[in-house]
């Protein structure tokens, strides 16, 4: 495996990997890698012939007062789990790489606001912003036939592809299901933030989120189960950000004929903001 931090010399072996008929995968990281980041690597292995992954703490997608400079950084750590993993080459350029231009002045992706006004939107304005514009570039420098993300960013996963279908980008966007802890906490490099008693609490996120699946397949009510969400997780000690349920596609208000629905949440546990989702198919 190759660690390259230069934007040419990337540029020129992925260019070599296509003069030679071979399929590219991409699976964008911010590092700090768990089992999860693995599973998407090893199914973009599946899917390509050659694959990059990256790894880059992107500073656009940070807002005032969140976590960027104390965001874990452990790339030694990053390229061993690689290895071993048939990742081709680990692109970890700096700040200056990717925004050439500096961040004050560089040129954003800015995606519709119906699928970023919202949800994560609302608590981080501008992360999305941040995400089009890093993943734009990252599409730009390896060109992939294939690209991997993960569906517990559920609405980043929709705003990416919202992003490759308006700007015409020639790769498939691949989203992988969440991988979990034992105990059905979804993973997450921020869980690392968790007080061991916090680690106690937090899986009470994707236990509120299976029941309301559950009771959106027998029949309830979307909006009653939402109020009742909240109050559930409030009474675990995870005070919500939010609980919807939307539409799958592009995260609409669902109508009654919709039957591909996902219901998601944010909670803050000290110093953790914990995301997650579960997609729900209705039989009508």
């Not at 005032?64 to 993993?85: I, K, S, W």
């Given at each position: 495996m190759q660690l390259i931090h230069d934007v040419a010399q990337l540029r020129e072996t992925v260019r070599a990997w296509k003069r030679a008929g071979q399929q590219v995968g991409l699976v964008p990281t911010m590092g700090n890698l768990h089992d999860g980041h693995i599973?998407?690597?090893?199914?973009?292995?599946?899917?390509?012939?050659?694959?990059?992954?990256?790894?880059?703490?992107?500073?656009?997608?940070?807002?005032?007062?969140?976590?960027?400079?104390?965001?874990?950084r452990t790339l030694e750590a990053d390229a061993e789990r690689l290895r071993g993993h048939g990742v081709d080459v680990l692109f970890a350029p700096g700040v200056e790489a990717m925004?050439?231009?500096?961040?004050?002045?560089?040129?954003?992706?800015?995606?519709?606001?119906?699928?970023?006004?919202?949800?994560?939107?609302?608590?981080?304005?501008?992360?999305?912003?941040?995400?089009?514009?890093?993943?734009?570039?990252?599409?730009?420098?390896?060109?992939?036939?294939?690209?991997?993300?993960?569906?517990k960013d559920?609405?980043?996963?929709?705003?990416?592809?919202?992003?490759?279908?308006?700007?015409?980008?020639?790769?498939r966007v691949h989203g992988c299901e969440t991988v979990r802890e034992a105990d059905g906490l979804a993973m997450s490099s921020r869980n690392a933030y968790l007080s061991a008693e916090e680690r106690r609490q937090a899986p009470a996120l994707g236990q509120t989120l299976r029941w309301v699946a559950e009771q959106l397949i027998a029949g309830a009510d979307r909006s009653i189960l939402e109020r009742e969400a909240v109050a559930r997780l409030k009474q675990a000690g995870l005070p919500a950000?939010?609980?919807?349920?939307?539409?799958?596609?592009?995260?609409?208000?669902?109508?009654?004929?919709?039957?591909?629905?996902?219901?998601?949440?944010?909670?803050?546990?000290?110093?953790?903001?914990?995301?997650?989702?579960?997609?729900?198919?209705?039989?009508?």
């Amino acid at each position: 495996m190759q660690l390259i931090h230069d934007v040419a010399q990337l540029r020129e072996t992925v260019r070599a990997w296509k003069r030679a008929g071979q399929q590219v995968g991409l699976v964008p990281t911010m590092g700090n890698l768990h089992d999860g980041h693995i599973s998407l690597v090893d199914q973009a292995r599946e899917q390509a012939q050659r694959l990059v992954a990256t790894v880059f703490v992107n500073p656009l997608q940070f807002g005032e007062g969140e976590d960027y400079q104390t965001y874990p950084r452990t790339l030694e750590a990053d390229a061993e789990r690689l290895r071993g993993h048939g990742v081709d080459v680990l692109f970890a350029p700096g700040v200056e790489a990717m925004y050439p231009s500096g961040l004050g002045s560089a040129t954003r992706i800015v995606p519709p606001p119906e699928l970023t006004e919202k949800l994560c939107g609302l608590a981080r304005p501008g992360h999305f912003t941040g995400v089009a514009t890093v993943v734009a570039k990252l599409l730009n420098l390896v060109q992939p036939d294939v690209a991997v993300f993960g569906k517990k960013d559920f609405q980043q996963l929709q705003v990416i592809r919202r992003m490759v279908l308006d700007l015409n980008l020639p790769v498939r966007v691949h989203g992988c299901e969440t991988v979990r802890e034992a105990d059905g906490l979804a993973m997450s490099s921020r869980n690392a933030y968790l007080s061991a008693e916090e680690r106690r609490q937090a899986p009470a996120l994707g236990q509120t989120l299976r029941w309301v699946a559950e009771q959106l397949i027998a029949g309830a009510d979307r909006s009653i189960l939402e109020r009742e969400a909240v109050a559930r997780l409030k009474q675990a000690g995870l005070p919500a950000e939010y609980v919807s349920v939307l539409r799958a596609t592009d995260l609409s208000p669902p109508r009654p004929e919709d039957a591909e629905l996902v219901v998601l949440a944010a909670v803050r546990l000290g110093r953790a903001r914990l995301i997650d989702n579960r997609e729900v198919r209705l039989r009508h």
